[in-house]
């Protein structure tokens, strides 16, 4: 084969692979669902060895999700949530975990806790 030849054809596949590409995030932005959780202050599912950082809570959520073999898109910590004056477990700090996923996994998120946005 020429070198002009091997440039078609790799042209060609590298803009067939790039439409590909493209096709994908669309479907994955169309089936994409919102998901939040209420952090409390020690009653959440995941493991709350050191959350005091939005990053740490990330990583641990991150790690949950991935342990129930949920595939999530965005991963969002976010304040503003109702931060509840009582010292009992299940009592919300204020934080709220979001979560973009699809609706494969809707069914997994809520039994663990989340809900739809």
Do not use: H
């Not at 590298?14 to 669902?33: H, P, T």
């Not at 304040?79 to 996994?105: F, M």
């Amino acid at each position: 084969m020429k070198s002009t030849d091997l440039k078609i054809v790799f042209s060609t596949a590298f803009i067939f692979l790039a439409i590909m590409a493209c096709d994908d995030s669309e479907a994955i932005q169309e089936d994409s669902m919102k998901f939040y959780y209420a952090e409390t202050f020690c009653a959440d599912p995941w493991e709350q060895t050191d959350v005091s950082t939005d990053e740490a809570l990330k990583i641990q959520v991150s790690e949950y999700l991935t342990n129930l073999d949920i595939i999530f898109y965005e991963l969002e910590i976010l304040d503003g949530g109702v931060e509840e004056v009582c010292y009992a477990c299940s009592c919300t700090s204020g934080r709220i975990i979001e979560v973009i996923s699809t609706s494969t996994y809707q069914n997994i998120l809520l039994e663990n806790g989340f809900k739809l946005k």
